[in-house]
């Protein structure tokens, strides 16, 4: 069936005519990086996987989908988890057509603030500490340009770097119309 994500922080990264994208991906998704061999086909292409952060998998097999099929609720979860995926690549799809590379940054840093953010009394911390090629490759833009944009949402007051990730100050409604 695929691997599990338990735990750590893994991307795939998709390349295409010299462009990339990249897939984070963490806890609780589901992966099956054999089928990526044949997913270009005939593109000239590649994919590519990295872990940012120490994973575990857990393996599920044809044995697990034997057991499983005792308990529906357990597939369902599964298949939500696999639907809940393909939603967030749609999102990130739509992320990359922002035309300000300032407001992709901050909707990717909100998104992920969504699955891995806890709040805190300074704001919500993200504690993904991503370079920011990797958040560049995340949102459809080059590093430069993603430097400069977090150097004016800095500026602004919206987002700071941590030792471990990023810090997110304000209320999202309030701060995306400005830069949509």
């Known amino acids: 069936?695929?691997?599990?994500v338990l735990d750590g922080l893994i991307t795939r990264d998709v390349e295409l005519a010299?462009?990339?994208?990249?897939?984070?991906?963490?806890?609780?998704?589901?992966?099956?990086?054999?089928?990526?061999?044949?997913?270009?086909?005939?593109?000239?292409g590649s994919v590519s996987w990295a872990v940012l952060e120490p994973a575990r998998v857990a393996v599920l097999d044809r044995r697990f989908a034997a057991v499983a099929g005792?308990?529906?609720?357990?597939?369902?979860?599964?298949i939500g988890r696999t639907v809940r995926r393909s939603r967030s690549l749609?999102?990130?799809?739509?992320?990359?057509?922002?035309p300000r590379v300032d407001a992709r940054v901050l909707v990717l840093l909100w998104l992920l603030a969504d699955r891995w953010?806890?709040?805190s009394p300074q704001g919500v911390r993200v504690p993904l500490a991503l370079t920011h090629e990797t958040i560049g490759k995340l949102v459809g833009a080059r590093r430069p340009s993603v430097t400069t944009?977090?150097?004016?949402?800095?500026?602004?007051?919206?987002v700071e770097r941590t030792d471990t990730g990023w810090l997110l100050h304000g209320d999202p409604q309030e701060a995306l119309p400005e830069l949509l």
């Open 117 to 119: 953010g806890r709040v």
């Open 1 to 4: 069936m695929g691997l599990l």
């Open 70 to 78: 005792r308990w529906p609720t357990m597939l369902d979860t599964l």
């Open 149 to 158: 944009a977090l150097g004016v949402l800095t500026r602004r007051g919206l």
């Open 18 to 44: 010299g462009r990339s994208t990249t897939e984070l991906l963490g806890q609780g998704d589901i992966i099956r990086p054999w089928d990526d061999e044949a997913s270009l086909d005939p593109l000239p």
């Open 90 to 98: 749609s999102v990130q799809r739509a992320i990359a057509q922002v």
